[in-house]
């Protein structure tokens, strides 16, 4: 990609109403646009990430089985009736009025859509168990949105569903989807701080678990046993002061951000909606129910907050919008054409890259917006440098500059 023809760029300024870093950073490096209070245009950087994210979840949810589908953003309001749930989150629910004047809810989640949608399909044992998917946004009229990309009113969320002839089964699944969390914040670069924390389940279960990635601006304080590398969250704390691995009692406090959470719902959908199925003895029978939500947009927001410097964004290189940051600096074109030529040779090997080909922009510039941009190398080509026969190459989260021949700098990558 050619930084010329980029739609979005960098900003000198922070924006006036930036209340965090993720908000500042992502708006003055040009990866999003903020709409309203909550609600945010991605810009082509913004969306380069926001789709790394998304498939990194998306591969690790169709290894463990699940089928990816889509759902609808509207939803009749009978759904939330037969749930109740037109009550129980009247507080964050959006709605509209349809044709006709029916009352259509923006769903906040889709438990009211893919039970009935999975109970046109699913009749007997045979068809279980069941794990489908989307990617999609969620709406919610969150009391306060805030905290740039963590908290937002629109927002982007994968949700998983699985479906169950009996708790046991559900139990075993419920654990696999656990473990295919933590391959996707290990590779989103954020395993080692991410902890596994018993919350309390509510109405749901004894137990549902959130994923919480420690992290100043987090809104929620989670209590770490460092031991086990997990933690409890404020409501368990209160009932049961200690580790429920191990029983330490010297747990930490933190903040933290909630990127991931995970239920136990049992029958509380499928029985809102008569969905039984047949066992092998022709009996009618409750199916069990979990739901797994992540959100990429928050993970997005979670990761500039954890990932930067006084420069700028430090992408770890899973999720970056491009792999190599290549800088023509200079007005001599000797320098463009040599930058032109690594570009393209880079390109056709598959390598993803941003060439800033800029005129009439300083050395300077172009180096303090490729700090801010964070993409995880950058390669400058100069006079200086090609004086040498060479580039120099810099890793975004390295002071060390090397100089690399110019012949050998497109099978360094
Ligand atoms: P929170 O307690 O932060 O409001 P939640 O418990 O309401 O979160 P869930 O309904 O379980 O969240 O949603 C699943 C995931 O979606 C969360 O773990 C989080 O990553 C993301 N998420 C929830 N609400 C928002 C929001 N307003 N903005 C961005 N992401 C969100
Ligand atoms: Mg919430």
Redesign the pocket.
């Known amino acids: 990609m050619l930084y010329s023809k980029l739609f979005g760029k960098t900003s000198k300024t922070a924006p006036a109403d930036a209340d965090s870093v993720n908000a500042r950073l992502l708006t003055q490096a040009g990866f999003v646009s903020k709409q309203m209070a909550?609600v945010y245009n991605y810009l082509p950087l913004g969306l380069r990430v926001l789709n790394n994210i998304q498939n990194i979840i998306r591969e690790e949810m169709n290894m463990i089985g699940g089928n990816e589908l889509l759902m609808p953003t509207l939803t009749q309001e009978e759904n939330y009736k037969e749930t109740g749930r037109d009550v129980a989150m009247s507080d964050v629910l959006f709605s509209t009025e349809g044709a006709g004047g029916a009352k259509i809810y923006l769903n906040p989640?889709h438990e009211e859509v893919i039970t009935p949608l999975v109970q046109k399909f699913v009749f007997s044992y045979k068809d279980l168990p069941l794990a489908v998917y989307q990617i999609q946004n969620?709406f919610?009229n969150?009391a306060r949105?805030k905290s740039g990309?963590?908290?937002?009113?629109e927002?982007s969320?994968k949700?998983l569903y699985s479906f169950h002839a009996n708790e046991e089964d559900l139990n075993r699944y419920y654990e696999i989807v656990k473990d295919a969390y933590f391959k996707i914040y290990n590779r989103l670069g954020i395993g080692d701080i991410t902890y596994l924390t018993f919350a309390s389940g509510g109405t749901f279960s004894r137990y549902s678990h959130?994923?919480q990635t420690v992290c100043d601006i987090g809104?929620d304080l989670i209590y770490v046993c460092e031991k086990c590398h997990v933690a409890v969250n404020k409501e368990i704390i209160e009932e049961q002061n200690q580790c429920p691995e191990c029983g330490n009692q010297d747990l930490v406090t933190k903040n933290a951000v909630?990127?991931?959470?995970i239920f136990k719902q049992k029958t509380k959908f499928t029985s809102a909606f008569k969905f039984l199925y047949k066992d092998e003895n022709d009996a009618e029978q409750p199916v069990e129910m979990a739901a797994y939500?992540?959100?990429p947009?928050?993970?997005m927001g979670t990761l500039a907050e954890i990932f930067h410097d006084d420069k700028g964004i430090i992408w770890p290189e899973s999720v970056a919008p491009f792999k190599v940051h290549l800088l023509a600096l200079g007005k001599e074109d000797e320098a463009k054409n040599e930058a032109k030529k690594i570009y393209e040779e880079l390109s056709a090997k598959g390598v993803e890259v941003l060439y800033d080909d800029r005129d009439n922009v300083s050395a300077g510039a172009k180096l303090a917006d490729a700090d801010l941009i964070g993409i995880p190398y950058r390669v400058v080509v100069s006079k200086k440098t090609l004086a040498q026969g060479a580039v120099e190459l810099k890793k975004r989260n390295e002071d060390d500059v090397e100089i690399i021949k110019i012949d050998e700098i497109v099978s360094s990558f």
């Open positions: 909550g989640t969620k919610r969150e949105a990309l963590l908290r937002g009113r927002f969320m949700d959130e994923f809104e909630e990127v991931g959470n939500g992540i959100g947009s928050r993970v």
